[in-house]
Nanobody, 121 residues
Framework: QVQLVESGGGLVQPGGSLRLSCVAS????????MSWYRQAPGKERELVAT????????NYADSVKGRFAISRDNAKSTVYLQMNSLKPEDTAVYYCKAVLMFLGRAIRNYWGQGTQVTVSS
């Protein structure tokens, strides 16, 4: 069975840091691009960061550039999101997604259940 399990969320004060992890199983992790999304109450789910299957190419939403960093360890089938200088606007449920690409098209994707991040004083 395919699973993506996020962890590391919690309550943190503005300016603080948090590292999210997403452990994958049930598929060949190294064949998939990985992304982090987030969704705040009443808002649409938005792309936060994405990382190629090799870990060689990363992209970030403008709102998190310079503060967040996505990384992966294919040997551990895990993708991470290091979040620094957190702001209240970062409060959301964070989800990881695995995507299998072929000829520029996503042919398979999997989602985790999400982990809550709350930034508040």
């Amino acid at each position: 069975q395919v699973q993506l399990v996020e962890s590391g969320g919690g309550l943190v004060q503005p300016g603080g840091s948090l590292r999210l992890s997403c452990v994958a199983s049930g598929f060949t992790f190294s064949d998939y691009d990985m992304s982090w999304y987030r969704q705040a109450p009443g808002k649409e789910r938005e792309l936060v960061a994405t990382l190629s299957k090799t870990g060689g190419s990363a992209n970030y939403a403008d709102s998190v550039k310079g503060r967040f960093a996505i990384s992966r360890d294919n040997a551990k089938s895990t993708v991470y999101l290091q979040m620094n200088s957190l702001k209240p606007e970062d409060t959301a449920v964070y989800y990881c997604k695995a995507v299998l690409m072929f000829l520029g098209r996503a042919i398979r994707n999997y989602w985790g259940q999400g982990t809550q991040v709350t930034v508040s004083s």
